[in-house]
């Protein structure tokens, strides 16, 4: 799923939508920058979908 991922931003240029100036009624929680509350951290959607820090892929489908 993550390597789907990865490709479909390659494709688009890392394009996310809804980006931050859609407004925070009703996409709080769905723009990129919006925080994530989970049990012991905090972090952002940006964050979570973004791994090329991880790992990267050798070829993405097209």
Do not use: F, H
């Given at each position: 799923?993550?390597r789907i991922?990865?490709?479909?931003?390659?494709?688009?240029?890392?394009?996310?939508?809804?980006?931050?100036t859609?407004?925070?009624?009703?996409?709080?929680?769905?723009?990129i920058?919006?925080a994530?509350?989970n049990?012991?951290f905090s972090?952002s959607?940006g964050?979570?979908l973004?791994?090329?820090e991880?790992?990267?892929?050798?070829?993405?489908?097209?």
């Open positions: 799923m993550d991922w990865e490709s479909w931003l390659t494709r688009y240029n890392r394009v996310y939508a809804p980006d931050m859609a407004p925070a009624d009703p996409y709080w929680g769905e723009r920058n919006d994530l509350d049990p012991g972090t959607i964050i979570m973004d791994r090329r991880y790992y990267t892929y050798d070829a993405l489908p097209s």
